[in-house]
């Protein structure tokens, strides 16, 4: 386009340039005058003449060489179109609706359309994935497509023809843009480039859960048997995808294959876990297995330390499952059964000696849970409280807001004299006393974007976790001590637990064990569901420390209000697929704490015979509030984990944005039973 205005002001240039000389020769001719009025006579007439003389040859000329600039430019035009339709690459030309104007011999080879037709319909109908939201960018457009089979980079340029037809410079948008579109064929690449990335080595860590539980219920002579059967199912199943296998402790395997093979175990969905449970030779416990696969990295030690990584998450949330971490990604398969309660406290021990040597060298300990905090949460603060302070450190419990889940708790601490009005603080009153000093304690939650506050982790250098909950790809990555155990029933377990390791040994006062009890009540359901031996020795050793039962049933009793709030969750309750219980709770006015009321009703339907899940939601403040509880093998949290959730294998929940809840029962209906189907659930 630019060559073309030259040629044309060339042209014109041309044109104008006899006018020019004229002009300058009738100056001369006035000079001549002054020379005499013969000699300017004489230069007049010869002007005139060339003047003559030119423009005759001007109309003359013009008619031929106007016809040789246009049968110029239609033999380059016609030029160019053939080489447009003799190129290699696919070349279409569309209307701004996605309509084929024209397309050259490779355009119409790869529809498969003979080149005589005219192609009528929309490119939509050939490429569903250049549909009108796309044509519509006013940017220039590079994506990758599927046709036929092969892959082709598409690219689509707006062209604004109305520089060509109009005679200013500027470009003006109209009628006359249309786009230009290029097929560059990248099967051959895609297919290089996942042979390349099917030949990287993929490693794996295999660990057996429960090793030392299962081998103690099970007769000594059979103990090789065992584990010959199993490391023959690991050995075996490992083969079928060319892995090498090492077994590298009795209960650890490490193995590596080419990433080809990693999509042959999803489909499968990792068959060994349940292989090797089926695996019964008088052993009492069925025996477990948790896997970590790293993959998506550009060098062996990469992997081998995302599979680490994701060996940890596996443990993490409970084992019985593979945890896959491609790249950054992180996906689970299996983790159907609950955690397997181990009986030994050797970790606890060594949790709690380090968790008292981090506290040598601060003098403020800030203790912080989830928002909305419930019994566990606060009974697990105030249990870490009483431990710190016993220490002689300062203490601070962060809660934004009071619900009457743990209303009744709070006040027995504040008819105290004992404990001062800076032991419960709010977040901003927690983010002033940060200093170089402070030790910050997360119980009961491992997912930072629902802790009290946030931006305490950023602050504060030293962070300990103490959690129950199944970990998820959102986790508390700064924490210099992480203490997570899925099998235990409550945070307030886990701290009780804690409590008796400690070299200086606390005295739990009856207000503080109380809160702890209240804890392991609330979350165990009265002591049915998630219950092991040491839940019991928990609740004894805070029952010794002055727990009373009767003064914690009183504190939790449900007022009428509640009552009538429960028995309309039971009442709007409808059964899916026969074994799935869904319903919702309208929250009245002066309730301040539904959420409650919803796990309270979400634990009430699983009473109901044939009922192996609940879900029920509730709405507050334009969040969706869902309590998912289960029996029998039915694992709620890999649900909840579909909508960015999580909690236990039995007790889990999640918290939605801008969801209705006719919007989310559809989404879990559909869910449910893709998972049932599929077995997943």
């Known amino acids: 386009?630019?060559?073309?205005?030259?040629?044309?002001?060339?042209?014109?240039?041309?044109?104008?340039?006899?006018?020019?000389?004229?002009?300058?020769?009738?100056?001369?001719?006035?000079?001549?005058?002054?020379?005499?009025?013969?000699?300017?006579?004489?230069?007049?007439?010869?002007?005139?003449?060339?003047?003559?003389?030119?423009?005759?040859?001007?109309?003359?000329?013009?008619?031929?060489?106007?016809?040789?600039?246009?049968?110029?430019?239609?033999?380059?035009?016609?030029?160019?179109?053939?080489?447009?339709?003799?190129?290699?690459?696919?070349?279409?030309?569309?209307?701004?609706?996605?309509?084929?104007?024209?397309?050259?011999?490779?355009?119409?080879?790869?529809?498969?359309?003979?080149?005589?037709?005219?192609?009528?319909?929309?490119?939509?109908?050939?490429?569903?994935?250049?549909?009108?939201?796309?044509?519509?960018?006013?940017?220039?457009?590079?994506?990758?497509?599927?046709?036929?089979?092969?892959?082709?980079?598409?690219?689509?340029?707006?062209?604004?023809?109305?520089?060509?037809?109009?005679?200013?410079?500027?470009?003006?948008?109209?009628?006359?843009?249309?786009l230009a579109l290029y097929l560059f064929d990248v099967t051959d690449l895609k297919r290089y480039m996942k042979e390349n990335e099917d030949q990287k080595l993929v490693a794996g860590l295999l660990y057996i859960d429960n090793y030392d539980e299962v081998m103690d219920s099970l007769e000594e002579v059979r103990h090789s048997i065992l584990t010959a059967l199993v490391d023959r199912k690991i050995n075996m199943y490992l083969g079928n995808v060319d892995a090498i296998t090492k077994k590298v402790e009795q209960d650890r395997y490490f193995f590596v294959f080419r990433q080809k093979y990693l999509s042959v175990l999803k489909d499968d969905k990792f068959s060994i876990l349940d292989d090797v449970k089926n695996i019964m030779v008088g052993n009492e416990i069925r025996m477990t297995l948790s896997i970590g696969i790293g993959s998506g990295t550009e060098s062996f030690a990469e992997a081998y330390e995302n599979s680490r990584v994701a060996i940890g998450l596996a443990l993490g949330r409970g084992g019985d499952q593979v945890a896959v971490k491609h790249g950054d990604q992180v996906s689970y398969f299996g983790g159907k059964s609950a955690g397997t309660e181990k009986n030994t406290r050797v970790k606890a021990r060594v949790k709690a000696q380090a968790f008292e040597e981090l506290l040598e060298n601060k003098d403020k300990v800030i203790i912080m849970a989830h928002q909305r905090p419930d019994a566990d949460a606060f009974g697990s603060a105030v249990g870490i409280y009483r431990l710190v302070t016993t220490l002689g450190k300062k203490g601070h419990i962060v809660i934004n807001e009071v619900t009457s889940a743990i209303k009744p708790l709070i006040n027995s601490f504040k008819g105290s004299s004992i404990y001062g009005e800076d032991m419960i603080v709010t977040s901003e009153q927690a983010i002033n006393l940060v200093d170089a000093g402070t030790l910050l304690v997360v119980v009961d939650v491992n997912r930072p974007s629902i802790t009290e506050c946030e931006e305490l982790l950023s602050l504060v250098k030293t962070v300990v976790v103490f959690d129950h909950h199944r970990q998820s790809n959102e986790i508390i990555s700064n924490a210099t001590l992480s203490y997570i155990e899925p099998y235990a029933s409550s945070a307030c377990e886990m701290v009780a637990e804690i409590l008796q390791y400690i070299t200086v040994k606390p005295k739990i006062r009856p207000v503080e064990a109380d809160a702890m009890y209240a804890g392991i009540l609330i979350d165990t359901d009265n002591f049915l569901t998630k219950t092991g031996v040491r839940t019991f020795e928990a609740a004894s050793y805070l029952r010794k420390c002055g727990a009373d039962v009767t003064r914690v049933r009183k504190m939790f009793r449900s007022s009428m209000l509640e009552l009538k709030e429960r028995a309309q969750g039971i009442s709007n309750s409808e059964i899916f697929m026969e074994i799935f219980a869904l319903s919702y709770v309208e929250p009245d006015a002066e309730s301040d704490a539904p959420t409650v009321v919803a796990a309270k009703v979400a634990n009430e339907l699983l009473n109901v015979d044939g009922i192996k899940a609940s879900f029920v939601v509730t709405e507050v403040d334009n969040v969706l509030y869902v309590s998912a509880r289960s029996v029998d093998d039915v694992n709620v949290q890999v649900i909840m984990e579909k909508f960015n959730g999580g909690g236990h294998a039995n007790v889990a929940g999640v918290q939605l944005k801008d969801t209705s809840k006719e919007d989310f029962f559809e989404e879990l209906k559909t869910l449910l039973a893709e998972m049932y189907k599929e077995g997943d659930i």
Do not use: H
């Open 1 to 178: 386009m630019k060559e073309e205005r030259a040629l044309k002001k060339k042209l014109e240039y041309l044109s104008v340039l006899p006018i020019v000389f004229a002009l300058g020769l009738l100056i001369m001719c006035a000079l001549f005058f002054g020379v005499g009025t013969k000699e300017g006579v004489i230069a007049v007439l010869i002007v005139a003449t060339y003047i003559l003389i030119m423009v005759i040859v001007y109309f003359r000329m013009r008619p031929v060489i106007n016809s040789v600039l246009v049968n110029y430019s239609l033999e380059q035009g016609k030029i160019q179109k053939e080489l447009l339709k003799e190129l290699e690459v696919p070349y279409a030309i569309l209307d701004t609706d996605g309509k084929i104007m024209w397309a050259n011999k490779r355009f119409y080879s790869i529809l498969g359309i003979s080149g005589k037709k005219r192609i009528k319909k929309d490119i939509a109908m050939y490429f569903p994935e250049l549909g009108p939201e796309v044509l519509s960018s006013e940017e220039k457009i590079n994506m990758d497509i599927e046709y036929n089979e092969k892959f082709y980079n598409v690219m689509i340029k707006r062209v604004d023809l109305s520089r060509v037809f109009e005679e200013s410079d500027k470009e003006e948008k109209g009628d006359d843009v249309v």
